[in-house]
């Protein structure tokens, strides 16, 4: 079975710093996409960012870019999210997903309803 475990999350002030991790299993990394996502309350989840295991490239939404930085770790399977200069508005439930990176996967990737394995959320909360 595939799992994604993510975790990393925690309450911090605006302006802090939060690193996520998300490990993956059952599945082959190299041949997988990894994308962060995040649902605030009363919103839809939306994309934050995407990572690809077969070349290692790295892609960011609008509010994440210049902020936030996705890497990989094939080693150990896992996905990293540094985040920084957090804000209120970042507050929210972080999921990682994968889906396999075949053609298209990038756009794909942007979009939770192409994704094909969902971990559990770890919480963000970001609050003076």
């Known amino acids: 079975d595939v799992q994604l475990q993510a975790s990393g999350g925690g309450l911090v002030r605006p302006g802090g710093f939060l690193k996520l991790s998300c490990t993956a299993s059952?599945?082959?990394?190299?041949?997988?996409?990894i994308g962060w996502f995040r649902q605030a309350p009363g919103k839809e989840r939306e994309a934050v960012s995407c990572?690809?295991?077969?070349?290692?490239?790295?892609y960011y939404s609008d509010s994440a870019r210049g902020r936030f930085t996705i890497s990989g770790d094939t080693n150990e399977n896992t996905v990293y999210l540094q985040m920084r200069f957090l804000r209120p508005d970042d507050t929210g439930v972080y999921y990682c997903?994968?889906?396999?990176?075949?053609?298209?996967?990038?756009?794909?990737?942007?979009?939770?309803?192409?994704?094909?394995?969902w971990g559990e959320g770890t919480l963000v909360t970001v609050s003076s």
């Open positions: 059952g599945l082959a990394f190299n041949d997988h996409a």
């Open positions: 990572f690809g295991g077969t070349d290692s490239s790295t």
């Open positions: 997903g994968a889906l396999p990176q075949k053609r298209g996967w990038l756009r794909r990737c942007f979009n939770r309803d192409e994704i094909n394995y």
